[in-house]
């Protein structure tokens, strides 16, 4: 069993990443080889701003190692620093039918909202599904938004396996329903490029702001919500705290005499107090800079050598050697 996740440096990470990827992939480091990297070469799709992406590839080592990411069980690198999955991706590449890359949701998504597609895009999983087969990886924790992407990594490895004999291991996304799709503050999925999020380590005066603007209906705090369980709020609610106490919010909203207002507050106590202790930690490694150089430099040594051996079996099978 080996699990493997990539996040972007593409933006600020925010409570959905957290849920959807971050928070499973933690909880596995306690069985061993747990293999995560900061995605810097997809970043390349939609962010054109080098000083942008150094900044967002430190800030999303540092939020792994915050929220719990201990070097010592799970290797953390850079996806750049191991090159090898360029060479895999163009083989994956070869064998990828354009029509499996034009029924992709997230491109398909992306182009109908006006985004110029670039070669890069169109080819984004074939460059994902290598990095999950270069590390022989059977568990991909993701949210559901990559679901089909997983999915698209096994239809290449199967293709290329038929095509070149046994070469790669077939992986399964990991994806649990109750945070599988976190909402943003809009109602609509949570995610960096809709401006609805929630951002990790946000200071506590932008994220009380963002928390007490979630827009709201004009029913009075007195009048019954039969409809509770759809409150932006209350949704979040459940995935961040206790569940007892976000089915007992729901329940007083839902009979009446608990304002939005106090709702929000309270919302606002539970993400803050969430992260208290990752927010303490997050400082003191931002204070220790040569640290998270350290961490990223041994987590690329130890990536690149499994990457190393993959490489060269697949480079066999197809005749390159
Ligand atoms: P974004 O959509 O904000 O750009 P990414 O595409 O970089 O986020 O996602 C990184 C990881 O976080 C992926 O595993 C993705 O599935 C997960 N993720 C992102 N947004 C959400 C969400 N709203 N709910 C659950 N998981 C999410
Ligand atoms: N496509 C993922 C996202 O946008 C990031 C990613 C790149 C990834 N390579 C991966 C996730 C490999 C899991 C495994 O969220």
New binding site residues.
Partial sequence: MRTL????P??I??????????QPAIAAQEGGNCFYFI?DYHSMTSLTDPAKRREYTRGVALDWLACGLDPKKAVLWRQSDVPEVCELAWMLGTLAPMGLLERAH?YKDKTARGIAANVGLFTYPVLMAADILLFDTTHV??????KQHVEMTRDMAIKFNLTYGETFVIPDSVIRDE??????LDGQ??????GN?LELFGDEKATRKKIMGIPMDSRTPAEPKPDADQNIAIRLLKVVAEPGYAREMEERLRAGGLGYGDLKKALFEQVWDHFAAARARRAELVADAGHVDQVLRDGAERARAIAATVLDRARRACGLR
């Fill in positions: 996740t990539g996040i972007q593409s933006g990470l925010h409570l959905g990443n957290y849920l959807g990827a971050m995605a997230s924790p993701v949210g559901r938004d990559q945070s599988a799709v976190v909402p943003g999925k949570m995610s960096k490029s809709y999020t």
